[in-house]
């Protein structure tokens, strides 16, 4: 399908604040929408900060009809099959948490293959997280008691992202983690080597499409380095200055840019 004068053959798109606009779920017109790219040749990818048990709940109907980068790029997966992941050391993990929890009025989140974790005591964060998330997080006293690899570690203010905080946990980890803006008050710690760009990249690789055919829609810091892998990149108006800048165009609402797409 041409697009901007460029054959498109895969469109990428965020979730939150991006697909989802202001919503928790996708508008269920999103499934035909989808079905209709792919009737004319073009695949859909699910890009988001989100774990992959919720994305593929969030897209029930076409659940095994769509290729998904989950954890800001640690975690990619095809009709239910991991194609990669990118765990964290365990040790870093942990001296990641430990700064976290020296920061007053946050709550923390990490993330293994296939489940999300919060502390058990963070009982009020619980209820608002799955207020949000389905299904519901699971719950440790201790984060040691996790077994397996970690691929994600994320901190949220409620009043969101502090520049003094930030600063801080950049200055310190951006030498070993890849650490982003996920908007809505979440910061996210992944592996070096682990963001949406570097995913798609090997996405492409391994499903064998030309990275000069993608389209991507995005809101955040955690989707430049998809803009920047993309052969068209949009930002949504609601963006920061900053992102947009790193767009090639501007959309209110990707529904609506999709559906002038088909025409």
């Given amino acids: 399908m041409r697009i901007h004068g460029r054959e498109i053959t895969t469109i990428i798109s965020d979730l939150d604040g991006t697909l989802l606009g202001g919503g928790m779920e996708p508008d269920r017109a999103v499934f035909a929408l989808i079905r209709e790219l792919q009737k004319r040749g073009v695949r859909f990818v699910a890009a988001s900060g989100r774990q992959y048990r919720n994305m593929r709940l969030l897209f029930e109907p076409i659940r095994d009809?769509?290729?998904?980068?989950?954890?800001?790029?640690?975690?990619?997966?095809?009709?239910?099959?991991?194609?990669?992941?990118?765990?964290?050391?365990?040790?870093?993990?942990?001296?990641?948490?430990?700064?976290?929890?020296?920061?007053?009025?946050?709550?923390t989140i990490v993330s293994s293959e296939r489940k999300l974790y919060t502390l058990a005591s963070r009982k009020e964060f619980i209820k608002r997280i799955n207020l949000r998330l389905k299904p519901e997080i699971d719950t440790v006293e201790d984060y040691h008691g996790i077994s397996g690899g970690m691929n994600k570690v994320s901190i949220w203010w409620q009043d969101g992202i502090p520049e003094k905080e930030a600063k801080w946990l950049h200055e310190k980890y951006d030498a070993k983690l890849q650490v982003a803006d996920a908007g809505d008050g979440w910061l996210d710690f992944t592996m070096n080597g682990a963001n949406?760009?570097?995913?798609?990249?090997e996405l492409a690789e391994h499903e064998g499409f030309p990275l000069s055919e993608t389209l991507c829609f995005g809101d955040s810091e955690n989707d430049v380095a998809m803009f920047h892998e993309c052969a068209v990149s949009y930002a949504m108006a609601t963006s920061k200055e900053a992102i947009k800048k790193q767009a090639d165009h501007v959309c209110e609402n990707v529904i609506e840019t999709l559906r002038d797409f088909l025409g």
Avoid at 81 to 103: A, G, H, N, Q
Avoid at 196 to 201: E, H, N, W, Y
């Fill in 196 to 201: 949406k760009g570097i995913a798609l990249r």
């Fill in 65 to 107: 009809e769509i290729l998904y980068i989950c954890e800001n790029g640690s975690l990619v997966v095809k009709r239910d099959k991991t194609l990669f992941v990118k765990c964290i050391p365990r040790e870093l993990v942990f001296e990641v948490l430990e700064d976290m929890f020296s920061i007053p009025g946050t709550e």
